[in-house]
């Protein structure tokens, strides 16, 4: 099984160790040069971190996990990379053969339970068969849609016989436009007066970057980017209109709307994309819509679009690249003063509290360098993060379009340990820092220099946001009674420091990352900061 993994590429495997599995990581010892395993505190953990390493690479993230309760942790990550469209591999040790359908200890029919949440869930139920089920779990994982697969292993196959298997590296399969695809979209284009480019999903390289922006210059035409895929475009372009996502700039929100023809290069357009199928609308929207995608099944799932092309976004910007659109010149205004709008949009504007997020963003976006990843989970504290920071260069963004909590600390600690010379910046709100805040214990274990901004505002803001809003003066649940951050990190051998006001900041940001080791910088928030775009007390009814 380990010379399958290593004959399709694997570089990196991350677990939490379970003695279904035993006889594998008995094979890992052997391939320590080969494949580096990370261990981490929580299967919740490594599996994200696995995501995180498939969304950096484009290649498979590589996880193991123990049976039952390991499985169940690790779901959240297949969870993730399903609605991200993420390749990753999650192996899980299974209950011996002559157990199984008793209810062994700790057994579950992993088909049945991760059949909703990956691509394809499968048990190798013959160890002859390993090279097979492995190639076609690389091959499920890459093409199309890219995403998550899972085998499922029961421990006495793993430790059993079987002959020398070949296994070849897998070439990706990605559908391609075609030459009708393309003449169709570009007599699309040369009628419309309002267009729109969204750009979005996975599959990209730099090579489609370079593609997509050449197409983007020639034509003048104005682009977002679908939410959480902000690094697809260098945010300071003359032609970025800014992201399409939770949060979004009101003007960029009635530019989607009264667009005459999106063209939608790779996002699945799903709720947050069309701000909960508004600014697009199912089934027929009223704009013309053009949607690009990796995976057919996608194409008019949801909106019954004019033009359906199922081509990986790779595939499509080559293809676009030089097509040269007539008439495209009386865009150029249009673009300009969207370009103009986002400009403001990203302008500080001061929130309640003496530390000032605007202004932070607006630090590390001119003081980092170009290439810095940043991570985050979910939760309000992320919008300052996507309204105010720029992504300058592509894969430099790792952020669950899934929505879930606790995903920065584990996405910057794959991030940090697959590029150690990079800048890895995480940032978390108190609540969502927590959910996986052991992993500490990886990134120090393993030298993951990550630099893990905690914002504190002593609460779950989303959640007590839509309290004040639909609930008022009923606040329950909602409250949380934080560790010393500073303390906790220095616990774990990291470095910690809390500023008090937005003055401290660029000191705390130069200690720690001189420090040497993991450091975190606590950012206490007041509670009356919830959003953007309002405050606490806005939202609560007047007297």
């Known amino acids: 099984m380990v010379s399958a993994l290593l004959a399709h590429g694997t570089d990196m495997a991350f677990c939490v160790p379970g003695e279904s599995y035993l006889a594998a990581l008995d094979a890992l010892y052997d391939v320590q040069d080969h494949i580096r395993l990370v261990s981490c505190r929580h299967e919740g953990g490594a599996a994200n971190m696995a995501e995180a390493y498939g969304k950096l690479t484009g290649r498979p993230g590589i996880c193991f996990v123990t049976r039952g309760p390991g499985a169940a942790n690790a779901s959240i990550g297949v969870h993730t990379a399903f609605q991200d469209s993420t390749p990753m591999i999650l192996f899980v040790g299974q209950v011996a053969s002559d157990q199984r359908d008793r209810e062994a200890f700790q057994e579950v029919n992993f088909e049945a339970f991760f059949g909703p949440l990956a691509k394809w869930a499968a048990e190798i139920q013959s160890a002859d068969r390993i090279a097979e089920y492995v190639g076609r779990a690389f091959q499920t994982a890459v093409s199309g849609r890219p995403g998550p697969v899972v085998l499922a292993l029961p421990e006495d196959m793993l430790s059993g016989p079987a002959p020398v298997q070949k296994s070849r590296h897998h070439p990706p399969v990605k559908a391609h436009p075609g030459a009708d695809d393309l003449a169709r979209i570009k007599k699309a284009l040369e009628t419309a007066t309002r267009p729109l480019v969204i750009l979005g999903g996975s599959g990209w390289n730099k090579e489609a970057i370079a593609d997509i922006r050449h197409f983007l210059e020639a034509n003048h035409l104005p682009a977002g980017a679908a939410f959480r895929c902000q690094d697809l475009i260098d945010n300071r372009h003359a032609n970025y209109a800014g992201d399409i996502g939770i949060g979004i700039n009101p003007k960029l929100a009635e530019r989607v709307k009264k667009a005459d023809l999106i063209l939608a290069i790779g996002p699945r357009l799903g709720e947050m994309t069309t701000g909960g199928y508004t600014l697009i609308q199912s089934p027929v929207p009223p704009q013309k819509l053009v949607h ?44 300009r003063q969207a370009r103009a709008e986002y400009e403001d949009w990203i302008t500080p504007r001061p929130h309640p509290g003496p530390v000032q997020l605007p202004e932070i963003y607006a630090y590390m976006r001119e003081h980092l360098p170009e290439d810095s990843i940043f991570t985050n989970g979910a939760g309000n504290y992320t919008a300052w993060l996507h309204r105010y920071y720029q992504y300058r260069s592509f894969k430099t963004q790792l952020a669950p379009t899934s929505g879930a909590m606790g995903y920065g600390v584990p996405a910057a600690i794959a991030a940090k340990i697959t590029h150690p010379d990079r800048t890895v910046i995480c940032a978390a709100g108190d609540g969502c820092f927590m959910m996986t805040a052991q992993e500490l214990a990886t990134a120090v274990q393993y030298q993951a220099n990550v630099i893990f901004l905690v914002f504190n505002n002593s609460m779950y803001g989303t959640i007590r946001m839509h309290q004040e809003k639909h609930y008022p003066g009923r606040v329950v649940g909602t409250d949380l009674v934080n560790p010393d951050f500073v303390a906790y990190a220095v616990a774990f051998g990291a470095y910690g420091e809390k500023i008090a006001s937005t003055d401290d900041f660029p000191g705390a940001l130069r200690r720690a990352m001189e420090a040497g080791k993991p450091a975190l910088i606590e950012i206490p928030v007041l509670p009356d900061a919830i959003s953007t775009q309002t405050t606490l007390s806005d939202l609560k009814p007047r007297k």
């Open 292 to 335: 690009i995608h990796a995976g057919a099944d996608e194409l008019g799932r949801v909106f019954q679009g004019n033009i359906l092309v199922n081509a990986g976004p790779a595939e499509f910007a080559a293809a676009v690249r030089d097509m040269q659109i007539a008439g495209a010149e009386k865009w150029r205004s249009r673009t």
